[in-house]
């Protein structure tokens, strides 16, 4: 039994070892309808199919022309006065991704003199702290050419129930170097959050004849099995074993205070030494 377990936590390891080559989108803002229902993304990974953009300390947000015709962007006024406070935000899960990628179009109005110094930055969680994004500065102007394409977020933005993005604007000078007005125009487009499929996770998955819940799970993860358990194995997503308990019942309770957040795989072993795996994001 001792071989056994040994072997099934290499072979987890390595699995989980590997990196996906392919990048999916995990949201996505094109705006590409003229309605205010645009605020919310239109990506179809299920993840974060309600995951809606919102700005801090301006004017209500609008849909107006876009890069192109019949394309639409974001936009929003009341920037005056903004310098590290008004921002445009989102927030989104990345659980069971990595390698991060952050993409995104701002322009500033003339006229209405918006914005032209931005920088992106991130935080993990409500309780997490803004931090900047390395190269992540935007110059706008009255274009699309204050642009971020596919910049590297930094590894603790992966499998993560919650990360915060937000673009805030860091001087209060407008387009033509005077101050910004609350007429001030910014406009945001062709937001593109991708990441990549953390190798192994579905593929070790056969949950056949478990059942895991709540999922995703804050104080504790309960475990009901068709067949008594002999022993529970939590690997998190890096492969490494954080929980491992030998028993004998069909029915557990695992207090999960202790574990980081982050997507986790809970193995177990049964009477007739059948393993079984189910995936769970602990909060």
Known sequence: MKNFTKTLSLAIM???????????????????????????????????????????????????????????????????????????????????????????????????????NWKAQYKVGQSGIWTDVVGGTVTAANDWSGALNNVVLPTECSNVAVLYIRWIMTSNIGIGGGSVGAAGISKIDDIVIKGTTISGVEQVLLNSGITI???????????????????????NFAGQCVYSSKINSDNVSIDATGFDAGLYIIKTIDTENTIRSQKITIL
């Open 213 to 235: 819940y709540p999922n995703p799970a804050i104080t504790s993860i309960n475990i009901n099995s068709n067949e008594n358990i002999n022993e529970i194995s939590i690997y």
């Open 14 to 116: 390595f699995a989980f070892s590997g990196i996906a080559n392919a990048q999916i989108t995990l949201a996505t803002w094109t705006f590409s309808n003229n309605s205010l229902n645009d605020t919310v993304q239109n990506g179809t990974l299920p993840l974060n199919l309600t995951e809606a953009i919102r700005t801090e300390g301006t004017a209500a947000i609008t849909m107006t022309n876009g890069q192109a015709t019949g394309d639409y962007a974001a936009t929003a006024t009341g920037w005056d006065n903004g310098a590290d406070v008004k921002n445009w935000n989102i927030h989104i899960a990345t659980t069971g991704y990595n390698n991060i990628t952050l993409s995104s179009k701002q322009r500033s109005g003339n006229t209405n003199a918006g914005p032209v």
